[in-house]
């Protein structure tokens, strides 16, 4: 693989799932973090609500629709990560509820 430069930092939201017949990313710069378009032929990195992130090259645009081949290699995912302050060192169990009878 060869080096992928970013030119300027311009992340757009994506569907990772959302992929055309050529395997590309097809997202909507309505959905870009920036007022700033790509053009053809740049490096972007797409990203997803879960932290996710891949590199990719534009391949077309066709007004706010963009195909972007990304370049798996660069993928990142994202790893949930609960603070210390929500864990606790012990295991969770339910406490004991009792019999209780609900009239309909």
Same mark, same amino acid.
């Not at 992130?53 to 066709?62: A, D, F, L, R």
């Not at 629709?65 to 798996?72: D, G, S």
């Given at each position: +693989?060869?080096?992928?430069? *970013? ?8 569907d990772?799932?959302?992929?055309? %017949?050529?395997? /590309? *990313? ?10 700033? /378009?790509?053009?053809?032929? %740049?490096? *972007?990195v ?14 077309? *645009? ?9 370049? +798996? ?15 606790i ?11 209780? /009878?609900?009239?309909?």
């Amino acid at each position: +693989m060869t080096a992928n430069p *970013i030119q300027r930092e311009l992340w757009i939201w994506a569907d990772f799932n959302s992929r055309d %017949e050529k395997s /590309r *990313i097809t997202t909507s710069l309505r959905f870009a973090e920036s007022p700033a /378009r790509p053009v053809e032929g %740049e490096w *972007i990195v797409l990203h997803d609500d879960e932290g996710n992130s891949v590199k990719g090259v534009v391949e077309e *645009i066709h007004d706010l629709i963009i195909h972007v081949r990304p370049e +798996m290699a660069t993928w990142t995912s994202a790893d949930l990560v609960i603070g210390s302050h929500f864990a606790i060192d012990r295991p969770f169990r339910a406490s004991p509820q009792g019999n209780r /009878r609900i009239n309909a």
